[in-house]
């Protein structure tokens, strides 16, 4: 991805007044902006950390997790928000139900070797003793395994289909070779990595279906024919859950600026960065803002329940609101982990400057960008642009014509050497080698990039609270939702249902 343009920040002008024929200086920062403006420069990395202490002490007293349905995630909201009522905010806790996916177990042995190989979310289990079946190899083409006709004759049937990772979801992937006659699937990457994946739901899953590394699937390649054994155990538990939902008392209720972050974590670990960070970056501006600032818009602050499931928590939230009440939303800004060890400084890339995957968010989302673009580099810090690749809680915003934005340091996506020149850390090491994984713990935080990245937001919040003049582009709320209803038809048909945290494709 290349750097969105950069725009210094103009100074802000020393305001002048004439008392009694003498000029009497006035501080920038009390008359020419309002607080809110500045609120970055309240927000101290100790107290962020603080919050970070207290969501890994949760999980250590409860199994060492944080995930959506457990008594980890139960605490969690309850820390946060015992918080925010004792700050003054107007906080609820909406409850919302959803099908749980558990990984038990999963194994895969190729000409008697064992493979190393993980569940896509949402995959059905194999029968007891597995899947047993030879190897067939899906040839690759411009839409591998999106349709019958990319078989081109080769007989999967009865077989464990071989399909390299491109062009449509996973999903779609393991239903077209399940009716060729596919047993089970395996999807390796098409990228350096391991993949990581969910067919979007407990629907979604046709066969049993695992990913692998580009590398592993290249050696299966060479084996087609091979006898291969899939044995997959998972299980499917209907979980009642909770979001985290706090607004400012003061400001405009129908221009409200939103801003979210995911709480739970996966089942693996205490999900420390994925995504206490974010939460604690949120949870401490928040408090530094207090429940009734002197705002011209209300600030309604979201953490997000089962987001590890497939963006269930905030997917639910969007779609409860009537059309009205999604309008009073005049943004949505998201930060999902922004204290990765190897970290990198990711703007999602509201104008598609980079021309990469999803295309451009929302009206808006341009600005958005800048916004933080400029936010960071205040800080010394030239950001990059990151796809709307549907892989966290805006997508849900985006398909409904909400403009959005945020910030990210980079998952298991691995550091360029460029990357690693502009902003330190190691080249081919991804941005979190703990992503997903028991070492997503307190003592794998960059701190420094924890730091930035609060600031930047808090920072970003405090700009659009005092004026959203920069977003709307137009004050006429009927003119404001022709667009809405026009850029969500639009987007919708971009953006898959049910994305995950996990990509879809």
């Given at each position: 991805?290349?750097?969105?343009?950069?725009?210094?920040?103009?100074?802000?002008?020393?305001?002048?007044?004439?008392?009694?024929?003498?000029?009497?200086?006035?501080?920038?920062?009390?008359?020419?902006?309002?607080?809110?403006?500045?609120?970055?420069?309240?927000?101290?990395?100790?107290?962020?950390?603080?919050?970070?202490?207290?969501?890994?002490?949760?999980?250590?007293?409860?199994?060492?997790?944080?995930?959506?349905?457990?008594?980890?995630?139960?605490?969690?909201?309850?820390?946060?928000?015992?918080?925010?009522?004792?700050?003054?905010?107007?906080?609820?806790?909406?409850?919302?139900?959803?099908?749980?996916?558990?990984?038990?177990?999963?194994?895969?042995?190729?000409?008697?070797?064992?493979?190393?190989?993980?569940?896509?979310?949402?995959?059905?289990?194999?029968?007891?003793?597995?899947?047993?079946?030879?190897?067939?190899?899906?040839?690759?083409?411009?839409?591998?395994?999106?349709?019958?006709?990319?078989?081109?004759?080769?007989?999967?049937?009865?077989?464990?289909?071989?399909?390299?990772?491109?062009?449509?979801?996973?999903?779609?992937?393991?239903?077209?070779?399940?009716?060729?006659?596919?047993?089970?699937?395996?999807?390796?990457?098409?990228?350096?990595?391991?993949?990581?994946?969910?067919?979007?739901?407990?629907?979604?899953?046709?066969?049993?279906?695992?990913?692998?590394?580009?590398?592993?699937?290249?050696?299966?390649?060479?084996?087609?024919?091979?006898?291969?054994?899939?044995?997959?155990?998972?299980?499917?538990?209907?979980?009642?859950?909770?979001?985290?939902?706090?607004?400012?008392?003061?400001?405009?209720?129908?221009?409200?600026?939103?801003?979210?972050?995911?709480?739970?974590?996966?089942?693996?670990?205490?999900?420390?960065?994925?995504?206490?960070?974010?939460?604690?970056?949120?949870?401490?501006?928040?408090?530094?803002?207090?429940?009734?600032?002197?705002?011209?818009?209300?600030?309604?602050?979201?953490?997000?329940?089962?987001?590890?499931?497939?963006?269930?928590?905030?997917?639910?939230?969007?779609?409860?609101?009537?059309?009205?009440?999604?309008?009073?939303?005049?943004?949505?800004?998201?930060?999902?982990?922004?204290?990765?060890?190897?970290?990198?400084?990711?703007?999602?890339?509201?104008?598609?400057?980079?021309?990469v995957g999803a295309g451009p968010?929302?009206?808006?989302?341009?600005?958005?960008?800048?916004?933080?673009?400029?936010?960071?580099?205040?800080?010394?810090?030239?950001?990059?642009?990151?796809?709307?690749?549907?892989?966290?809680?805006?997508?849900?915003?985006?398909?409904?014509?909400?403009?959005?934005?945020?910030?990210?340091?980079?998952?298991?996506?691995?550091?360029?050497?460029?990357?690693?020149?502009?902003?330190?850390?190691?080249?081919?090491?991804?941005?979190d080698p703990n992503y997903h994984?028991?070492?997503?713990?307190?003592?794998?935080?960059?701190?420094?990039?924890?730091?930035?990245?609060?600031?930047?937001?808090?920072?970003?919040?405090?700009?659009?609270?005092?004026?959203?003049?920069?977003?709307?582009?137009?004050?006429?709320?009927?003119?404001?939702?022709?667009?809405?209803?026009?850029?969500?038809?639009?987007?919708?048909?971009?953006?898959?249902?049910a994305q995950g945290p996990l990509?879809?494709?």
């Amino acid at each position: 991805m290349r750097a969105p343009n950069l725009r210094p920040g103009r100074a802000v002008s020393t305001l002048f007044a004439a008392c009694t024929a003498v000029a009497l200086s006035v501080p920038a920062a009390t008359a020419a902006q309002p607080q809110t403006m500045q609120l970055g420069e309240q927000v101290d990395v100790n107290d962020v950390n603080r919050h970070l202490v207290a969501l890994q002490r949760i999980a250590d007293q409860n199994g060492n997790t944080r995930a959506s349905g457990t008594p980890g995630y139960r605490a969690s909201v309850d820390y946060v928000a015992d918080k925010l009522r004792a700050a003054g905010f107007d906080v609820s806790t909406p409850e919302f139900a959803y099908t749980k996916y558990s990984l038990e177990s999963i194994e895969l042995n190729v000409a008697g070797s064992p493979v190393e190989a993980d569940a896509l979310e949402y995959s059905p289990a194999t029968p007891r003793g597995g899947v047993t079946a030879p190897l067939s190899v899906t040839p690759v083409d411009d839409s591998t395994g999106c349709q019958a006709s990319d078989y081109g004759g080769v007989d999967v049937t009865d077989t464990i289909a071989l399909i390299q990772r491109g062009s449509c979801t996973f999903a779609k992937k393991q239903r077209i070779a399940s009716e060729q006659g596919a047993s089970a699937a395996i999807i390796y990457n098409n990228a350096e990595g391991a993949l990581n994946g969910t067919l979007g739901g407990a629907d979604a899953g046709v066969i049993p279906t695992a990913g692998v590394s580009k590398a592993t699937g290249a050696q299966l390649v060479k084996q087609q024919g091979t006898e291969a054994t899939l044995d997959l155990r998972a299980s499917f538990d209907e979980i009642t859950s909770e979001n985290v939902i706090a607004q400012t008392r003061t400001g405009r209720a129908d221009n409200v600026v939103m801003a979210g972050a995911h709480l739970d974590s996966v089942a693996e670990g205490a999900g420390i960065n994925d995504n206490g960070t974010g939460s604690a970056g949120l949870l401490e501006t928040a408090l530094q803002l207090g429940g009734s600032p002197d705002t011209n818009n209300a600030v309604r602050f979201a953490w997000w329940g089962a987001e590890e499931s497939g963006l269930i928590g905030s997917t639910k939230y969007v779609q409860g609101l009537s059309f009205e009440r999604q309008l009073d939303i005049a943004m949505y800004l998201n930060f999902d982990m922004i204290g990765s060890p190897n970290a990198g400084y990711f703007t999602y890339d509201g104008d598609n400057s980079d021309g990469v995957g999803a295309g451009p968010g929302p009206q808006g989302s341009a600005a958005i960008e800048h916004a933080f673009v400029k936010a960071l580099h205040k800080q010394g810090v030239e950001a990059e642009g990151t796809d709307f690749d549907g892989r966290s809680d805006y997508g849900e915003f985006i398909a409904n014509g909400i403009p959005a934005g945020g910030l990210f340091t980079g998952a298991e996506e691995i550091k360029t050497e460029a990357q690693a020149a502009k902003w330190g850390g190691t080249a081919g090491k991804a941005f979190d080698p703990n992503y997903h994984q028991p070492g997503d713990t307190l003592v794998n935080v960059d701190r420094t990039a924890l730091e930035r990245n609060s600031k930047a937001l808090a920072n970003v919040i405090g700009r659009y609270a005092h004026s959203t003049e920069s977003i709307n582009g137009m004050q006429n709320r009927a003119e404001r939702a022709e667009v809405r209803k026009a850029q969500a038809h639009t987007l919708a048909a971009k953006q898959p249902q049910a994305q995950g945290p996990l990509s879809l494709r």
